[in-house]
């Protein structure tokens, strides 16, 4: 595998074998398209062509160059495989609270378990346990049956995506991480033929430095995105072949889960003791919860979930997860241990009526890219890598039998995901998650999982389904309608600061670069951002990249801290106006997650 240094140093590249809404005023939405736009590309520049390109080396995407290089053993064929890569290595961007359910793993690498160096099986789940915090009280709750763990594993998803790009690599598959899928190529019939990574060495200015290096256009028989969760070009291909319309899927909505690996006291740890909590700190109509995940060799994955769909301007996830560490029951057990790392990222939580089209011409969306989390289990990495698993099967048929020329039809990949064990496990709770917003909150939506969960099976199973009728961004509230919220200061040894937490992420980026966020319209932010919402990006983001100060004319304005990004995805998801753009910056850039 390429280290980061030689994909982002000497080695040149040539050696490289905002939906718009309705709500939103018109002017934004051709800002939005002029901005979509730029992210196609038909230009002709240095290239190379591979059978199957996957962008994102995370569990569905190399599940699927894994699946594909199998296939071409079993099948005879010499087809070629790349995946690309955003962060430095493999792994480096790969954040999730995780107790891993097998079932994908089992059928795609049996012998798993047999593999000294599988990171997987170093930890089983031992017990589990569900509680409803009070300010002071933890009271133990019954588990939902979707929470069962025996079988599971409790693992680190970023060592176990290593492993995986190393599978892949020994069964021949290219894997290029410090690569960042910047556009989309585009064939003469409108198809999807590749993409094209981001030019290096370009400055804050646009203009280019001495060491700047164009892009290439990698091109392929089918494009697979495996970009996770609210990927940029995954995001524009649903919007350029209209695939949420096609399937009639409801609005995708999200959450943002914030997460620290902790080095605990021996007396404390409980090898495989899963704990799920709800309630405080967060309010009764606020979805979200907390995790307590005891892994190998002491150390223990902690986070708090919050449902992006709040009204609260004031609400900042990253306080909220440092209060939720002052509860007793979380500060007991971090007494005299170490906070090793930090992060944050998006999570997708719509569920199977959230589930758009996934083929488009040349192409398909694999794993989080188009939403396969199962919210009531806390798992999606068995969806997200069988969704790869699928696709690769779809890809490998239709690259062997469909004629060269024409965009390849990968529709064949819908149809065994909407038959697969993916679309019963999805569809039977589909209505848990949309329940916590009908009006009763944290209480109403417990009630309703309860009733779901034990009563509303087999025969009984329901004929209706939930939805959710708005995007995320359209359930945020003026902030006249709330009280600013007071948060304790950090005490520094159980809750920090942001920057104290941004080092443990290890996250930094190039400076004189153009920035990767970008706003549709430069005025908005102290338009109506700041007056109408009191700056909520100064919030929700959990990186402090966002922030209102004081200019030459004494004014508040909007400064974009764009080296801080942890690639989360916030700001694109939970911008009230829909004015913030989520693009890749170089490749290579964010975040440096090794235990996540």
Not at 206 to 233: D, H, I, P, V, W
Not at 350 to 371: E, K, M, N, T
Not at 532 to 558: F, I, M, N, S, W
Request: charged share 20%; glycine share 10%; hydrophobic share 40%.
């Amino acid at each position: 595998m390429m280290a980061a240094w030689v994909s982002r140093g000497s080695w040149p590249l040539s050696r490289l074998a905002c939906t718009a809404t309705a709500r939103m005023p018109g002017f934004l939405r051709r800002l939005a398209t002029a901005a979509d736009e730029e992210m196609g590309t038909t230009d002709k520049r240095e290239s190379m062509h591979f059978d199957l390109l996957v962008v994102g080396a995370g569990p569905s995407g190399l599940a699927a160059a894994i699946r594909f290089k199998q296939l071409c053993k079993e099948k005879g064929e010499d087809l070629s495989v790349c995946v690309i890569e955003k962060g430095a290595e493999v792994g480096a961007h790969i954040l999730s609270g995780n107790v891993l359910q097998p079932t994908a793993l089992d059928e795609l690498l049996p012998g798993w378990r047999e593999d000294p160096d599988c990171p997987i099986h170093r930890q089983p789940a031992t017990a589990s346990r569900f509680y409803y915090l009070t300010r002071r009280a933890a009271l133990r709750m019954p588990n939902p049956p979707q929470m069962g763990h025996k079988g599971n594993y409790v693992i680190s998803l970023s060592e176990a995506v290593r492993w995986l790009g190393r599978k892949a690599e020994e069964l021949g598959v290219e894997v290029f991480p410090g690569f960042a899928g910047a556009r989309l190529v585009y064939d003469a019939g409108g198809g999807v033929h590749g993409v094209q990574t981001n030019d290096f060495g370009v400055a804050k200015d646009g203009r280019r430095k001495e060491s700047f290096q164009l892009g290439m256009a990698l091109t392929a028989r089918a494009t697979l995105l495996a970009e996770g969760c609210r990927g940029s070009l995954s995001q524009r291909v649903m919007r350029r072949y209209g695939l949420r319309d096609k399937a009639g899927a409801q609005p995708q909505t999200y959450a943002l889960g914030l997460k620290e690996v902790w080095q605990v006291a021996p007396e404390k740890h409980k090898p495989g003791l899963v704990v799920h909590t709800v309630g405080w700190p967060l309010p009764w109509n606020v979805y979200g919860g907390s995790f307590i995940y005891h892994m190998a060799d002491n150390r223990v994955a902690l986070g708090l979930v919050v449902a992006l769909d709040y009204a609260d301007p004031y609400l900042s996830p990253f306080q909220e997860f440092q209060q939720w560490k002052r509860h007793p029951l979380v500060a007991r057990l971090l007494e005299g241990g170490q906070c090793l790392q930090y992060g944050a990222r998006t999570l997708n939580e719509g569920g199977w009526q959230s589930i758009p089209a996934l083929a488009f011409p040349g192409g398909a969306l694999v794993g989080d890219a188009a939403g396969f989390l199962n919210v009531p289990k806390i798992k999606g990495t068995h969806t997200a890598m069988k969704s790869g698993m699928l696709a690769a099967e779809a890809a490998f048929g239709a690259i062997t039998s469909q004629p060269a020329g024409r965009p390849l039809d990968l529709s064949a990949y819908e149809s065994s995901l909407r038959n697969s064990w993916v679309e019963t496990e999805l569809h039977r709770e589909r209505n848990i998650r949309p329940s916590f917003g009908l009006g009763a909150g944290l209480y109403g939506g417990l009630a309703y999982s309860a009733l779901d969960a034990y009563l509303l099976r087999g025969p009984l199973q329901p004929r209706w389904t939930f939805r959710h009728r708005f995007a995320d961004h359209e359930k945020l509230r003026p902030a006249a309608e709330f009280k600013p919220r007071e948060y304790p200061k950090p005490d520094g040894v159980t809750t920090f600061d942001l920057s104290t937490s941004l080092f443990r992420s290890q996250t930094n980026h190039e400076h004189d670069q153009p920035s990767h966020l970008r706003l549709l319209n430069p005025k908005i932010p102290e338009a109506l951002n700041l007056p109408v919402y009191a700056g909520p990006e100064a919030r929700y983001c959990p990186a402090g990249v966002y922030e209102y100060v004081a200019g030459e004319d004494g004014k508040q304005h909007l400064q974009i801290n764009a080296q801080n990004c942890l690639h989360c995805k916030a700001c694109d998801i939970k911008d009230p106006s829909q004015n913030i753009r989520w693009t890749v910056p170089e490749g290579g850039g964010g975040p440096e997650y090794s235990m996540m």
